[in-house]
């Protein structure tokens, strides 16, 4: 999913690092604002002007426009670092971003689409948890704006995708990671029943990550119920109630979501199941005080700070130097845990 056809994967460069961490503080700034504009005016713009003009050559792109959607609402805290990354590639590059949120609907996302590609936008990068906007993005493409998926492109192997490149996780492998950390660590064994809820079953994420657990535990014959609790966490955790009420011998959970794994730890301590092993997806605060209180052993995070920086930053490029955008990988691999929650305490949700 990761290497799209006649794509390069993208070596990182410490330059941009760098030079992204310099402006920091103004990127910290505009998004405590929560502005769905990362425009900013009188010195910042002056300061954002010169920083600019640390990329010579090629096209002039200071104030040109790029559309970064969001699908889900605002309130979804997996998508502030990647709204933080992004405002910070913006500031780097002098281009202006222009933050939509589709509220998870997919004809709010194919209309705010058709919105940019009617004003002329310069880019787009947004998320695409299923094919409904296939169409519209072909359309965007057939205008010659550049769209760049990020977090989850449903387009991927289909006949309609119009995308430049990827910038998310690698689902199928991270999957495998958490299921065999389980598996190592002793909690998940041979006949075992597991159970996977995530926000919604049939989402690419979801069917990829399902995937790369399976892998493993079928391998020890074991199995996972695959179960769609929604986006929500109070229905999340009321779902999640119901079906452990009703199968009391779940031997261990691996949400699939930031969602589930949430309220994973509250849903369990309802029905009585207050040591039931616990792994998943995601950082939030509440994740990250179940890993410190040893109640979730370990959690992917697919560092979404990086998916909305290397975004804007890469269609910034394309559009200043005429670089094709490339696939990335932004993690899957590593966990966060008891051995290493403290370096990540501080930096959730702005960052991490």
Same mark, same amino acid.
């Given at each position: 999913?990761?290497?799209?056809?006649?794509?390069?994967?993208?070596?990182?460069?410490?330059?941009?690092?760098?030079?992204?961490?310099?402006?920091?503080?103004?990127?910290?700034?505009?998004?405590?604002?929560?502005?769905?504009?990362?425009?900013?005016?009188?010195?910042? %713009?002056?300061?954002? !002007?010169? $920083? =600019?003009?640390? &990329? +010579?050559? #090629? /096209?002039?792109?200071?104030?040109?426009?790029?559309?970064?959607?969001?699908?889900?609402?605002?309130?979804?805290?997996?998508?502030?670092?990647?709204?933080?990354?992004?405002?910070?590639?913006?500031?780097?590059?002098?281009?202006?971003?222009?933050?939509?949120?589709?509220?998870?609907?997919?004809?709010?996302?194919?209309?705010?689409?058709?919105?940019?590609? %009617?004003?002329?936008? !310069?880019? $787009? =990068?947004?998320? &695409? +948890?299923? #094919? /409904?906007?296939?169409?519209?993005?072909?359309?965007?493409?057939?205008?010659?704006?550049?769209?760049?998926?990020?977090?989850?492109?449903?387009?991927?192997?289909?006949?309609?995708?119009?995308?430049?490149?990827?910038?998310?996780?690698?689902?199928?492998?991270?999957?495998?990671?958490?299921?065999?950390?389980?598996?190592?660590?002793?909690?998940?064994?041979?006949?075992?029943?597991?159970?996977?809820?995530?926000?919604?079953?049939?989402?690419?994420?979801?069917?990829?990550?399902?995937?790369?657990?399976?892998?493993?535990?079928?391998?020890?014959?074991?199995?996972?119920?695959?179960?769609?609790?929604?986006?929500?966490?109070?229905?999340?955790?009321?779902?999640?109630?119901?079906?452990?009420?009703?199968?009391?011998?779940?031997?261990?959970?691996?949400?699939?979501?930031?969602?589930?794994?949430?309220?994973?730890?509250?849903?369990?301590?309802?029905?009585?199941?207050?040591?039931?092993?616990?792994?998943?997806?995601?950082?939030?605060?509440?994740?990250?005080?179940?890993?410190?209180?040893?109640?979730?052993?370990?959690?992917?995070?697919?560092?979404?700070?990086?998916?909305?920086?290397?975004?804007?930053?890469?269609?910034?490029?394309?559009?200043?130097?005429?670089?094709?955008?490339?696939?990335?990988?932004?993690?899957?691999?590593?966990?966060?845990?008891?051995?290493?929650?403290?370096?990540?305490?501080?930096?959730?949700?702005?960052?991490?």
């Amino acid at each position: 999913m990761f290497n799209l056809s006649g794509k390069r994967v993208l070596a990182v460069s410490v330059v941009a690092a760098l030079a992204a961490a310099s402006i920091g503080a103004w990127a910290s700034v505009s998004a405590a604002e929560g502005s769905h504009s990362a425009a900013p005016s009188g010195s910042e %713009a002056a300061a954002i !002007a010169r $920083i =600019a003009h640390g &990329l +010579p050559g #090629g /096209a002039n792109i200071t104030g040109k426009t790029i559309v970064f959607q969001v699908y889900t609402d605002e309130s979804t805290s997996f998508f502030v670092p990647a709204v933080t990354g992004a405002k910070a590639a913006a500031a780097l590059t002098g281009v202006n971003l222009d933050i939509e949120y589709s509220n998870s609907d997919d004809a709010t996302q194919v209309n705010q689409l058709g919105v940019a590609i %009617a004003k002329n936008v !310069a880019a $787009i =990068a947004t998320s &695409l +948890p299923d #094919g /409904a906007a296939g169409k519209t993005v072909c359309e965007a493409q057939a205008d010659h704006i550049p769209v760049l998926t990020f977090n989850v492109d449903g387009l991927t192997g289909s006949s309609t995708n119009c995308v430049e490149g990827f910038v998310g996780q690698n689902f199928v492998t991270a999957g495998q990671v958490i299921a065999q950390r389980m598996v190592n660590d002793g909690l998940i064994k041979a006949g075992d029943q597991v159970f996977c809820p995530v926000e919604t079953a049939t989402a690419v994420y979801a069917v990829q990550r399902y995937q790369g657990v399976m892998d493993v535990l079928k391998k020890i014959g074991a199995s996972c119920s695959l179960l769609s609790v929604g986006f929500g966490a109070s229905g999340a955790e009321s779902t999640m109630v119901e079906y452990l009420l009703g199968h009391r011998s779940t031997s261990a959970i691996l949400a699939l979501g930031s969602t589930p794994l949430t309220v994973a730890v509250a849903a369990a301590k309802k029905v009585g199941l207050s040591k039931l092993p616990i792994g998943g997806f995601d950082l939030t605060q509440t994740i990250l005080e179940g890993i410190k209180s040893g109640r979730i052993v370990a959690a992917v995070d697919q560092q979404p700070y990086s998916q909305g920086f290397f975004s804007v930053l890469q269609l910034a490029l394309q559009l200043k130097y005429a670089l094709y955008p490339s696939s990335m990988n932004t993690g899957g691999t590593g966990l966060v845990d008891s051995s290493n929650i403290d370096q990540v305490l501080t930096l959730v949700p702005t960052y991490r």
